[in-house]
């Protein structure tokens, strides 16, 4: 058992139940609110869409717990996410970190770099974000959130897993990560490790995005977690199929990995600024891109292929307890 920092205040892992380990109740691009002349900010809508799917998720599902991985650069908002956790019944547990230096907002670290070295600013930054509250919310961060480049993790990037791994080592939180169009998941795990981390509590994000055996069997040596959590996402930044996925993720399991795996969406509710404009043929593409996509169809196809309930329990279940737990 271990204390797991949630939006409405801490709980014990134990009491985590049904998780989904990577999911966005909104998220940001870096300047989305200089658009907001255009596309102001609607608080009450996104929570009132937060809330009708969480409890969607709770009351068919049996969901208890959400993970809410949108890094310090994504447009995180705890105080939103508080609210959603109050009204919807769901636990929520906020990030944070920085994302990968292609899609973050990397300029104000860097040029601070350019002047000497930032390591310890970014250590007071997570540090206290995790023990002491973001900003003036008192809400403590419960995950850290890194991510890296395609084929690469860049300086900007090493710094902060190097950072997230000092900060998950004293504290027991546990490090989430972006892996890039399916690449550098190994390397990360290697970089985190030999930064201090606890294997148990790093999980490897995005591995749905490789569907090649050799590379997760690769990852999984290192002792870690990992998560396939950009399911229903097909065909566009990267992702295969599901029809790919899916038989990939049933060999796993049956190869003795399902103690190991998770399962997510990656999947953002409200986007911040104005509406994404997607062409007509994206569109079956991203069909079955929701939070519910775990339940209504992957567990059957699941159980269709011999997966057992004690399998299925321990990948959305008994994997986050452990994660958070360090098991």
Request: one cysteine or more; proline letters at 5%.
């Amino acid at each position: 058992m271990a204390t797991v920092n949630t939006v409405l205040g801490p709980i014990s892992s134990d009491d985590l139940g049904v998780t989904l380990m990577h999911e966005h109740i909104l998220y940001g691009y870096p300047g989305w609110d200089g658009d907001r002349t255009i596309a102001p900010l609607d608080r009450q809508a996104i929570v009132a869409a937060g809330v009708e799917t969480l409890k969607q998720l709770k009351d068919e599902y049996g969901l208890n717990s959400y993970v809410d991985a949108t890094a310090l650069d994504g447009g995180r908002m705890p105080d939103i996410l508080k609210e959603v956790s109050e009204k919807s019944g769901v636990n929520i547990i906020c990030s944070t970190g920085y994302y990968y230096e292609g899609e973050g907002s990397p300029t104000y670290w860097k040029f601070r770099s350019s002047l000497g070295d930032v390591s310890g600013e970014l250590y007071d930054l997570f540090m206290t974000e995790v023990t002491q509250g973001i900003m003036d919310t008192g809400i403590k961060a419960g995950a850290l959130k890194v991510g890296s480049s395609k084929g690469e993790i860049t300086d900007y990037e090493k710094i902060m897993f190097q950072t997230a791994a000092r900060v998950s080592k004293e504290t027991g939180v546990p490090i989430i990560t972006h892996t890039q169009e399916g690449t550098m998941g190994p390397e990360q795990a290697e970089l985190l490790i030999a930064a201090g981390a606890n294997p148990k509590q790093i999980q490897i994000g995005h591995m749905s995005d490789n569907v090649d055996i050799q590379y997760q069997e690769e990852t999984f040596k290192h002792g870690v977690y990992v998560s396939w959590d950009r399911m229903g996402l097909q065909g566009l930044v990267g992702c295969p199929m599901d029809a790919e996925r899916i038989p990939v993720m049933i060999e796993l399991i049956k190869k003795g990995y399902a103690d190991k795996m998770m399962i997510s969406h990656d999947f953002i509710i409200t986007w911040l600024g104005r509406p994404l404009n997607l062409p007509e043929e994206a569109l079956p593409l991203i069909a079955n891109w929701h939070p519910s996509h775990l339940f209504k169809n992957i567990i059957p196809a699941f159980k269709e292929a011999g997966v057992t309930d004690d399998q299925i329990n321990s990948i959305i279940k008994e994997n986050p307890r452990r994660l958070f737990a360090g098991e």
